[in-house]
């Protein structure tokens, strides 16, 4: 091909445009079949979809961020955890002086409350152990079987179930 100017354009423009632009072919056929890893340095690569038999890393938890900036000191970084802590080690002391009740009553409320926050808040630290969903169904199902079992303690309940007392004795007598 010859290099020369088209009419109408100036010599200076025929030396900046390229000849002939081609795109590369390899680019053009390439057709990944199977598991594709995301484009990154070098293009996408063909992967396989079985797990490593070595892991390496483990993901954080959604929500498993910093519940404060970077900046701010660890125990404002980490509050919602240190708040569920303080209120079970608050709950355990009641216990330790013989308020039994309401100790155990504000361990699950404890509990209830970090499922919340979990769901509510969208980074809260060391309190995000699994996935979201995982970690709100095993605070909350804990949190309030404590609670329950607090209110149905005896002497003097709070709480009474008839149909658990008839199942015990059906158990003991027979």
């Known amino acids: 091909m010859s290099a020369e100017p088209e009419q109408g354009a100036?010599?200076?423009?025929?030396?900046?445009?390229p000849e002939t632009v081609e795109?590369?072919?390899?680019?053009?056929?390439?057709e990944a079949k199977g598991a594709v890893s995301a484009p990154g340095p070098g293009g996408p690569k063909k992967t396989t979809r079985r797990f490593p038999l070595l892991t390496r890393d483990t993901a954080r938890p959604e929500g498993g961020g910093r519940a404060a900036p970077g900046d701010a000191p660890?125990?404002?970084?980490?509050?919602?955890?240190?708040?569920?802590?303080s209120t079970v080690g608050l709950g355990l002391l009641l216990t330790a002086f013989d308020v039994f009740r309401v100790g155990t009553i504000l361990i699950g409320l404890?509990?209830?409350a970090g499922a919340f926050m979990r769901w509510a808040l969208p980074g809260v630290g060391m309190?995000?152990?699994r996935s979201?969903?995982?970690d709100m169904v095993t605070y909350g199902v804990l949190g309030v079987a404590i609670v329950l079992l607090a209110m149905m303690a005896q002497p003097h309940p709070w709480l009474e179930i008839p149909f658990l007392g008839d199942t015990l004795h059906r158990t003991i007598t027979t």
């Open 74 to 85: 660890a125990p404002a970084r980490q509050w919602p955890l240190l708040s569920v802590l």
């Open 110 to 112: 404890a509990l209830i």
């Open 127 to 129: 309190l995000a152990v």
């Open 132 to 134: 979201r969903f995982t």
């Open 10 to 17: 100036s010599p200076a423009d025929a030396a900046e445009a």
């Open 23 to 30: 795109a590369p072919q390899a680019v053009e056929d390439a």
